[in-house]
């Protein structure tokens, strides 16, 4: 990569770290904190009882023994994994407002990871296309994670295409205990609701779907060259033709219905998000609405 490059990213990396860090301490940590539980709670000690202690954490067997009362304690196991899967594919490296889907997916990873270390949790990555690209193993510390965004931004992939069936398969090697997984992606692909359902039995998997307003809706502009960032195909494509314009809204309300009911049937939280809109109030959002429902 040209110097000139590297500085860029520099830029880009720093950039992300001061707004991710700022959006964690204000908004993010405790309500990472409250939905996002460690693997359970673990034995402590066997203590005599004392003023205020709950009579139900009473051990009666020591009691007994030791002829006065005697309670059990027990710390909470925090200490989580949490694995990120992005989609490097061809149409992620694109954007026609506010900033690439690559560049938004790499400040989701920056804040969620940032979150994730000040709890003490342990954070890994899986860089997939239409092949796996990278993986680094799950660890603490915030270089890791500057090192992760810093891969988002600026690792060059081999391949263009996607597969998520195999990235989520690959899991199953990686990852030997349950995990929080982000999988982040456009989504704008099929063939993986079997892999998803396998990780999702093990792991609690958080689905984050990136688009670009493009993707949404056609404008009217006339004659416009469109490329697929996947297969480099080149097409012209007429946006004053209503019925394309129709056709093209109709198909993209399918595909985000299609994403909607798939993660239903699975049990899996799903975050929507957009180049074109801020990202933290949804995620603010998605805590709490979770936060709500783990109460119950």
């Known amino acids: 990569m040209p110097a000139f490059d590297l500085t860029q990213l520099h830029k880009k990396v720093r950039r992300i770290e001061i707004v991710s860090n700022r959006l964690v301490s204000e908004r993010v940590a405790g309500e990472y904190h409250s939905v996002f539980k460690g693997q359970g709670i673990e034995f402590e000690e066997v203590r005599p009882y004392a003023f205020g202690d709950e009579i139900r954490s009473i051990d009666w067997n020591v009691t007994a023994r030791a002829g006065s009362p005697h309670v059990r304690r027990y710390r909470e196991e925090r200490e989580m994994t949490v694995f990120f899967v992005v989609d490097m594919s061809g149409s992620c490296r694109f954007g026609t407002r506010g900033e690439f889907k690559s560049d938004l997916m790499a400040e ?5 990871a940032l979150a994730a270390i000040a709890n003490n949790d342990r954070v890994g990555m899986l860089l997939a ?23 988002v931004l600026g690792f060059a992939p081999e391949g263009y295409g996607t597969d998520l069936a195999q990235a989520l398969d690959h899991l199953r090697h990686v990852l030997h205990h349950r995990a929080v997984v982000f999988l982040i992606s ?8 079997r892999a998803l359902s396998v990780v999702a039995r093990r792991h609690d998997v958080i689905a984050i779907a990136i688009e670009d307003p493009l993707e949404r809706e056609l404008p009217r502009v006339g004659l416009i060259p469109m490329i697929d960032g996947e297969s480099g195909r080149v097409m012209v494509v007429d946006t004053c033709d209503a019925r394309l314009r129709r056709r093209f809204a109709d198909e993209t309300r399918q595909r985000r219905e299609e994403r909607l009911t798939l993660c239903r049937r699975h049990e899996i939280d799903l975050i929507e998000l957009a180049t074109d809109r801020s990202y933290d109030a949804e995620l603010v959002k998605f805590f709490r609405r979770r936060a709500r429902r783990l109460s119950r």
Do not use: N, Q, S
């Open 129 to 151: 296309t239409d092949r796996l690209e990278k993986v680094l193993p799950p660890r603490k510390g915030r270089r890791h994670v500057l090192r992760l965004v810093r891969d």
């Open 186 to 193: 456009d989504f704008l692909t099929g063939g993986y609701e």
């Open 108 to 112: 989701i990873c920056a804040v969620l």
